[in-house]
C-alpha cells in the first residue's frame, strides 16, 4: 500500500515535471493555469487574518510617518537631493525647527535600510515553518496541509527542473566548445535554460508593452531585485531570435559563478571585479563600446538587490550622450514568495524560494530613452530611475546600496556632511554677525517675504548628498 502510494507520488511529480519541460522546449506555457494557482492560493490565506493593515500613514516597515516637508527630495529632471523645507522662502526660527525635527526623525528612520529587509506582505502568506499560537485548530490543520504541499511536491518539482537547467545548460557549453554556433542557436540555448531555471524558481511572469523590448545596440537597464533577474529577463526573449542581450555583472564564486562560467560558452558576457578600480575602468570602457556597436546591455545601474519598497539610486556612469537606453521595470507580488535576496548563501535562498507557493513577477518594458540637451549624467539616471520607479509604484531613493553595505562609503559621507554643514553654519553666523552690527540695536526676525531669508544655509546645505 504504502509502494503504491509513493508510486501514485512520484508518477505526479514525473508528470509535472516532463510536462513543464516539453512544454518550454516547443515554446509552449500552461496558459492561465498559473494566475488560477495564484487565485486559490490566495482565497486559501483569506481564511487567516492580516499580520498588519495596509496603510497610507507609514509604508511599511517604516516605524513613523515622516512630515513631507522635512524628507529629501529630488526633481525627476534632477539627481540632486534637497529637503523640502528650504525650497520656499522661511525665517531663520522655522528652518531650524524643521532642520531639528528632519534629525530626529532621521534617527529614527531612516531612507535607505527599509529596502533590505524582507518585502512586505500585509496578510498571512503561510510561508512559515510553524503554526501561530492564536490559530484556530482547523487553521492549523490547514497550515500543515499546505506545509506539506510545498514541501513535498512544489520544492522535489521545482528541484528537479533545476537540475534539468543545470544539465542542458552544462551540455550546451560542451556542444559550443567542439563546435561553432551560430548567434540564433546561442540565443536558443539561453532561452530555453532561463525559462527551465524560472519555471524552478516558481516564476509566474507576465511581460507588458513587448513592442518596447530591446532590439538594437543600446543599454537595457531595470531595477534589481534578485540574482535570478538576468534569467527572467532573457526568458523574455521570443524564439527565434538571433539575440538576447549582452550579459554583464560581477564575477562571483559557487553556484553563481558556475552558471558564468557556463554562459561564457554560449553567450557574449563580460564580468568586473568591483574590488579592482582598473576593472572598473576596463569594465565600462567595454560596456559603452558594446552598447554602440553590439546588441543590447543588460545592466542594473543599481548595483545591489533591494527589497521593491523602492528603486534605489542609479549610478551614472553609463548614462552617456549617444547611448539609447532601454528601461525595464520588475514588480514582484510578495504574497506568494519573496523573491528578494536577503540570506547570506546562495544555497538558503534558493531553498526559500523553491518552496514558495510563486514568484508572480510584473516585466514591464518602457519606450527608449536618450540624454536630453544640456542634461548631465547624473540628471539622465535620475530621470531614468524614475520613469521605473513610477511604473513599480514605489518612490525613486536617494542613495546607493553601497552606503548600505559599505562601511568606508558610510564613515565618508558622514566626514562630508560634518564638513559641509560646518561651512556653512559657520558662514551664515558671519553673515548673521555682520547683520547685527549694521541694524539699530534691535534683534528682528526678518519676513518670511523676504526671499533672501535662509538662503546661505539652503544653498550650502543643499548640496551635502549631491556629490
Not at 576593472?279 to 545601474?301: D, I, N, S, T, Y
Not at 562630508?416 to 552690527?437: F, G, I, P, R, Y
Amino acid at each position: 500500500m504504502i509502494f503504491e502510494l509513493f508510486a501514485i507520488y512520484a508518477s505526479i511529480i514525473l508528470g509535472c515535471i516532463i510536462s513543464t519541460t516539453s512544454l518550454i522546449l516547443l515554446d509552449k506555457n500552461w496558459g492561465p493555469l498559473p494566475h488560477y494557482y495564484l487565485q486559490f492560493i490566495e482565497w486559501i490565506q483569506s481564511f487567516y487574518g492580516k499580520i498588519y493593515p495596509e496603510t497610507d500613514e507609514a509604508p511599511w516597515p517604516a516605524i513613523i510617518k515622516k512630515s513631507v516637508k522635512n524628507v529629501l527630495a529630488r526633481t525627476k529632471a534632477s539627481s540632486s537631493a534637497e529637503f523640502t523645507f528650504l525650497l520656499s522662502p522661511r525665517n531663520h526660527l522655522e528652518i531650524s525647527v524643521d532642520a531639528i525635527q528632519s534629525g530626529v526623525e532621521a534617527i529614527i528612520q531612516d531612507d535607505l535600510s527599509t529596502a533590505f529587509y524582507p518585502s512586505p506582505t500585509y496578510s498571512e502568506t503561510l510561508l512559515r515553518t510553524s503554526p501561530l499560537p492564536h490559530w484556530t485548530m482547523a487553521q492549523k490543520a490547514l497550515f500543515y496541509f499546505t506545509m506539506f504541499f510545498r514541501f513535498g511536491f512544489l520544492f522535489p518539482t521545482r528541484l528537479c527542473l533545476l537540475l534539468i537547467s543545470f544539465v542542458f545548460f552544462a551540455g550546451s557549453a560542451f556542444v559550443a566548445v567542439n563546435k561553432k554556433l551560430s548567434d540564433k542557436e546561442k540565443t536558443w540555448v539561453g532561452i530555453i535554460y532561463c525559462r527551465l531555471y524560472c519555471s524552478a524558481m516558481g516564476v509566474v511572469a507576465t511581460y507588458k508593452n513587448k513592442r518596447f523590448r530591446p532590439k538594437e545596440a543600446g543599454v537595457a537597464i531595470s531595477n534589481h531585485l534578485t540574482p535570478n533577474d538576468v534569467q527572467l529577463l532573457f526568458a523574455g526573449t521570443p524564439l527565434g531570435s538571433t539575440h538576447g542581450f549582452v550579459v554583464t555583472g560581477q564575477k562571483h564564486t559557487g553556484i553563481i559563478g558556475s552558471l558564468e562560467t557556463l554562459a561564457e560558452k554560449v553567450c557574449p558576457t563580460f564580468w568586473v571585479e568591483r574590488k579592482s578600480a582598473n576593472g572598473r575602468k576596463e569594465f565600462l570602457a567595454e560596456l559603452v563600446r558594446r552598447a554602440k556597436f553590439g546588441g543590447p546591455v543588460l545592466l542594473f545601474p543599481e548595483g545591489y538587490c533591494s527589497n521593491n519598497t523602492q528603486v534605489l539610486q542609479f549610478r551614472k556612469a553609463i548614462f552617456e550622450e549617444g547611448i539609447t537606453i532601454y528601461p525595464i521595470a520588475i514588480k514582484q507580488d510578495s504574497r506568494f514568495g519573496d523573491s528578494f535576496w536577503q540570506e547570506d548563501g546562495f544555497n538558503s535562498y534558493l531553498l526559500r524560494v523553491m518552496s514558495s507557493w510563486a514568484t508572480p513577477i510584473d516585466v514591464t518594458y518602457l519606450p527608449p530613452m536618450k540624454r536630453l540637451l544640456r542634461e548631465t549624467n547624473a540628471e539622465f539616471a535620475a530621470r531614468a530611475q524614475a520613469a521605473i520607479s513610477d511604473v513599480v509604484g514605489v518612490r525613486a531613493g536617494e542613495f546607493d546600496g553601497l552606503l548600505w553595505y559599505s562601511k568606508t562609503e558610510q564613515r565618508r559621507l558622514l566626514e562630508l556632511q560634518k564638513e559641509m554643514c560646518a561651512t556653512a553654519l559657520v558662514s551664515h553666523l558671519h553673515e548673521s554677525t555682520e547683520k547685527n552690527d549694521s541694524d539699530d540695536g534691535y534683534w528682528s526676525v526678518c519676513s518670511t517675504n523676504n526671499s533672501h531669508c535662509g538662503s546661505p544655509i539652503a544653498d550650502k546645505c543643499n548640496g551635502i548628498l549631491s556629490q
